[in-house]
Antibody, heavy 121, light 108 residues
Framework: EVQLVESGGDLVQPGGSLRLSCEGS????????MNWVRQAPGKGLVWVSR????????YYADAVRGRFTSSRDNAKNTLFLQMNSLRVEDTAVYYC??????????????WGKGTLVTVSS | SYELTQPPSVSVSPGQTARITCSGD??????ACWYQQRSGQAPVLVLY???KRPSGIPERFSGSSSGTMATLTISGAQVEDEADYYC???????????FGGGTKLTVL
């Protein structure tokens, strides 16, 4: 069974930093592109970043580019999101999500349960 | 920037057919997917490639797409189908991922 378990969410002050982790199990981790998707309280889903299997290609949403860094450790089946210069508007549940490629398109097939990041003074 | 537009809410009685639409230019060239998010839970994939159901998703969930609009249909909606539903698609490079704003489905 595919499982994705996020951790690292916390209360942090504006301007602070936080590192999220996501451990995958039940599948071979390293071939898959992996993503972070976030959801602010009472709001919709927003894609944040994606990283390829080897960790050499990373893409970011405009709202986080330059502040967030996604990386992975395939030996530990773990995805990371380093979040710097945090803003109040970064407050959200952050989901770790696996990519699947089918018929010339990527989509998200498995989601973790999420970890809550709260940015507040 | 790309947008996918959904109605904020849809309401049906149990056993009726619920239809949720999603419109946007991305859909002219790319497939739509649909995610169900029950209150307090993570999203779950219910349809991909416009109309394909992952294993474990009931047959009452179906989908279609034409031009720049995709539709999720729940035939004989059940109380347990009450949730937020999000459509999703990508740009031509698959590097930009876009969700619709979500539709709250009420079944009562």
């Amino acid at each position: 069974e595919v499982q994705l378990v996020e951790s690292g969410g916390d209360l942090v002050q504006p301007g602070g930093s936080l590192r999220l982790s996501c451990e995958g199990s039940g599948f071979t981790f390293d071939p898959y592109w992996m993503n972070w998707v976030r959801q602010a309280p009472g709001k919709g889903l927003v894609w944040v970043s994606r990283i390829n299997g080897g960790g050499s290609s990373v893409y970011y949403a405009d709202a986080v580019r330059g502040r967030f860094t996604s990386s992975r450790d395939n030996a530990k089946n773990t995805l990371f999101l380093q979040m710097n210069s945090l803003r109040v508007e970064d407050t959200a549940v952050y989901y770790c999500v696996r990519d699947r490629f089918s018929n010339s398109q990527y989509y998200f097939d498995y989601w973790g349960k999420g970890t809550l990041v709260t940015v507040s003074s | 920037s790309y947008e996918l537009t959904q109605p904020p809410s849809v309401s049906v009685s149990p056993g009726q057919t619920a239809r949720i639409t999603c419109s946007g230019d991305l859909l002219a060239k790319k497939y739509a997917c649909w995610y169900q998010q029950r209150s307090g839970q993570a999203p779950v994939l219910v349809l991909y490639e416009d109309s394909k159901r992952p294993s474990g998703i009931p047959e009452r969930f179906s989908g279609s797409s034409s031009g720049t609009m995709a539709t999720l249909t729940i035939s004989g909606a059940q109380v347990e189908d009450e949730a937020d539903y999000y459509c999703y698609s990508t740009d031509s490079s698959d590097n930009v991922r876009v969700f619709g704003g979500g539709t709250k489905l009420t079944v009562l």
